[in-house]
């Protein structure tokens, strides 16, 4: 009785793990997909204490924000009480242990090699270092192509919201169809499906699924540079599973239940944890037929904990064996592989900034749109708030928080409108969309810090574009009809019509007063518009159109009106 008794609290703690990754995964889920003001709050809220944003964000402010505080308390705690963080405040580690299986041979680990599995992981992280930090220093901007495909937190949202919302949008599109033919009435929501972006996820989530049941939490053990650094942060902390040799039958049930294969067995029989993989999954402290494992923290002095310190009194717990993957002298190779990784820093930023840069602008920074003056191709747009393209594709983590957010649509996915490195960032398409001129919800809910929350009246003056007209293509010189759907829906008046011929008007612009919010281009009814905006590098400050007319205000009568 004594010995079920001390085994529940093992169990609980795995049970209170689930239960938290379970609220937080819904949390995270309903940020991403709901709408409306709590949804959005929500969003806001959980991206503050994702460590990928906040690392970005830290980069752009430095020692005296927000950003830095909370990396230092997560970061700190981690050295403390292990990966917590990957345990249940990740939502894609949580989509990940579901999706895997409990038991298999190798799990955690893209290869049985640990010297070859060491090299990718602290290879990943490096190179995410070196194009985050490289290009900052070699004057090219933060480069956070390697954290957009890999930060756990992005990719979450961009299957969120890239691959789950349009499959439930076509699954709301057949219970219409169904409700018409019984006469139910069931709410149509209106989406334009990105096919690109659609199949470009599928492909990295569906890889991603079949990774998981193969190889379990392969992606936190071996491809996760966030749970990497962590693991580097969290090493030494004297909080881990610990192991009681006299209780042990070697019999390997803990390791075949560890999904990062953070447990290893000896051809001696003696179980070996690599601490910095763990992520305190319990799943190996419940899957233990004798109880031998449990979490907690280990004297380094003694080897053992002292009875008082555990509700297994009379028993000592000798803490478990250090693996040679955390030796002092692993610890100087992995310090060793680090700053070998900075030394080829030197020279992989001028390769890597030219090449996700500076190397060829005309082929990896302008957008593919051949609407512009002469078929040449334009500059994307940025967000309002974001303050310009290089800032934005410098701290933006491709998360889609804002798309999903966006109440017109005009903000998607890109692919290659800001080159190699702006791969995924959202861009303005005014085919889809206009920007709304009193929306400032992307900012809102911006994680990084890469769109800037802006007032109502300061967006309104924010210019992201410059309008451009061709009048080719307008309708009423092809085909001498009426039309001014563009000057009609102007917010700003930077579009208006004059006299043109035979009692037509045409439109004539006012770069003066534009802002880019590209209504005008949406409505534009001809295929290849004959109206359109050209993004700018810098965002600029549109004037203010003075009302041609104010009718003086009368003066108010003190008697009674009537």
Not at 93 to 106: C, L
Not at 151 to 173: K, T
Not at 260 to 270: D, M, Q, Y
Not at 405 to 424: A, D, M, N, Q, R
């Amino acid at each position: 009785m004594k010995k079920s008794g001390s085994a529940s609290r093992p169990i609980h703690l795995g049970g209170i793990r689930r239960i938290l990754g379970t609220v937080f995964l819904l949390l995270f889920t309903y940020g991403f997909l709901g709408w409306g003001t709590l949804s959005r709050t929500l969003a806001s809220l959980l991206s503050k204490i994702q460590l990928g944003p906040i690392l970005l964000k830290f980069l752009d402010e430095g020692f005296g924000g927000g950003a830095f505080f909370v990396a230092i308390l997560i970061l700190g705690s981690t050295a403390l009480f292990g990966r917590w963080y990957c345990a249940f405040l990740c939502p894609l580690g949580t989509v990940q242990q579901m999706v895997s299986p409990r038991r298999m041979v190798q799990g955690g680990r893209l290869f049985r090699d640990s010297t070859v599995d060491a090299w990718i992981r602290y290879g990943t992280v490096g190179l995410v270092a070196v194009l985050l930090l490289g290009g900052r220093a070699s004057g090219w901007g933060i480069t956070p192509i390697g954290l957009n495909l890999l930060d756990p937190y992005g990719l979450l949202g961009r299957i969120l919201r890239d691959l789950i919302f349009p499959i439930l949008v076509f699954l709301n599109w057949l219970l219409f169809l169904v409700g018409r033919v019984f006469e139910l009435y069931v709410p149509l929501f209106s989406y334009k499906p990105d096919l690109p972006v659609f199949f470009t996820t599928f492909l990295v989530g569906g890889s991603w699924i079949v990774l998981s049941r193969k190889r379990s939490r392969v992606y936190c053990g071996s491809l996760c540079p966030v749970g990497t650094f962590l693991g580097l942060c969290g090493w030494a902390s004297p909080y881990r599973i610990q192991i009681e040799p006299k209780d042990c039958t070697h019999c390997g049930i803990c390791v075949t239940t560890c999904p990062t294969g953070a447990l290893r067995k000896e051809p001696s029989g003696k179980v070996l944890l690599d601490v910095d993989r763990c992520v305190l999954c319990m799943h190996c402290v419940e899957a233990c037929p004798k109880g031998a494992l449990r979490y907690g923290r280990g004297n380094r002095q003694t080897k053992t904990l002292s009875p008082s310190r555990h509700p297994r009194k009379g028993r000592q717990w000798e803490e478990t064996p250090i693996s040679p993957l955390h030796s002092r002298r692993y610890f100087l190779g992995k310090v060793a592989r680090l700053s070998s990784g900075l030394v080829a820093y030197l020279s992989l930023t001028a390769i890597g900034g030219a090449v996700t840069y500076g190397l060829a602008p005309e082929q990896f920074l302008l957008r593919k749109r051949a609407q512009g003056p002469s078929g040449k191709p334009n500059l994307p747009s940025t967000p309002p708030g974001s303050l310009g393209i290089d800032r934005f594709t410098s701290l933006c983590i491709s998360c889609h928080l804002c798309v999903s957010h966006c109440p017109t649509g005009v903000l998607s996915p890109s692919l290659f409108e800001y080159g190699i490195k702006g791969l995924f960032q959202p861009v303005l398409d005014y085919k889809r969309g206009f920007c709304e001129y009193t929306c400032t919800r992307c900012g809102e809910v911006c994680p990084t810090g890469a769109i800037l929350p802006l007032s109502v009246e300061s967006k309104k003056t924010v210019q992201i574009g410059r309008v451009k007209f061709e009048q080719e293509r307008c309708v009423v010189i092809t085909q001498g009809t009426i039309c001014g759907a563009c000057a009609e829906v102007c917010p700003t008046h930077a579009v208006g019509m004059v006299p043109y011929r035979n009692g037509l008007d045409i439109p004539t612009t006012d770069n003066a007063l534009c802002v880019g919010c590209g209504s005008c281009e949406h409505a534009c009814p001809v295929p290849r518009k004959a109206i359109f905006v050209e993004g700018v590098v810098v965002h600029g400050t549109a004037e203010v159109r003075k009302p041609l007319y104010t009718r003086p205000r009368e003066p108010v009568k003190k008697e009674f009106p009537f």
